[in-house]
């Protein structure tokens, strides 16, 4: 079931506190960025709409000490994850409660833009023909 755009408004308040937000649909759920970055994902897997806030090795901890659940999903009968964990339940009452969970999103979306672009760009050889 598609989520509905009303609860991708609601989240996009939760995370005000990073700036303007931008919430696209993607796969009937919902992508949310800041700056082109992915903060964010808004899918329900079974458990209801969740939101989904990025995380990395830093930020993986605090999630998990606050019980949340690692996004995850089922290809071909095998367990698949992604880096996002569901927000805190108390988080999702209000945007200051959410601040510290969604500044630590923006940071792993941070810290996941500059691995990126610290990669080097591979180049394709040409292709030689030969006479």
């Known amino acids: 079931m598609a989520i509905a755009a009303d609860f991708a408004d609601y989240c996009c308040e939760l995370l005000s506190c990073l700036g303007p937000c931008r919430a696209k649909r993607m796969f009937g759920g919902w992508g949310i960025s800041i700056d082109s970055m ?22 993986k901890p605090l999630f998990e000490a606050q019980g949340c659940a690692r996004f995850t999903y089922e290809v071909k009968g095998q367990l698949k994850g992604m880096n996002y964990y569901a927000a805190p339940a108390d988080a999702m009452e209000s945007p200051a409660l959410m601040a510290p969970w969604a500044r630590l999103a923006l940071q792993a979306a941070l810290a996941a833009h500059a691995a990126k672009a610290a990669k080097p760009v591979r180049k394709s050889r040409a292709k030689t023909k030969l006479a």
């Open 38 to 59: 992915s903060v964010a994902i808004l899918a329900n897997l079974g458990q209801g709409d969740t939101l989904w806030l990025k995380v990395d090795e830093d930020s």
